[in-house]
Nanobody, 113 residues
Framework: QVQLVESGGGLVQTGGSLRLSCAAS????????MGWFRQAPGKEREFVAG????????YYTDNVKGRFTISRDNAKNTVDLHMNSLTPEDTGVYYC??????WGQGTQVTVSS
């Protein structure tokens, strides 16, 4: 079964950090671009960060640049999102995606003020 499974979400105070991890299984994802998206309550899902198949190129939405870092380990079929200096505006369900086609079930991130 081809799937993406996110982990690492939780409750953190403003200014804190979290590391989200996405474990891919069922096929080789080493040639796929991967990304993280999030959906805040009452809002549409939005792009947060992306990484090319090799990891050589990364992309971020403006309001996380300098705070979030996306990385991948193709040998382990994992993609991580390191999040620092979190604010309440970062609260939402975070989803891992392969090529914006395959999606995980999401992991909740809540940042308290």
């Amino acid at each position: 079964q081809v799937q993406l499974v996110e982990s690492g979400g939780g409750l953190v105070q403003t200014g804190g950090s979290l590391r989200l991890s996405c474990a891919a299984s069922g096929r080789d994802f080493s040639t796929s671009g991967m990304g993280w998206f999030r959906q805040a309550p009452g809002k549409e899902r939005e792009f947060v960060a992306g990484i090319s198949w090799s990891g050589g190129s990364t992309y971020y939405t403006d309001n996380v640049k300098g705070r979030f870092t996306i990385s991948r380990d193709n040998a382990k079929n994992t993609v991580d999102l390191h999040m620092n200096s979190l604010t309440p505006e970062d609260t939402g369900v975070y989803y891992c995606s392969a090529g914006s086609v395959l999606w995980g079930q999401g992991t909740q991130v809540t940042v308290s003020s």
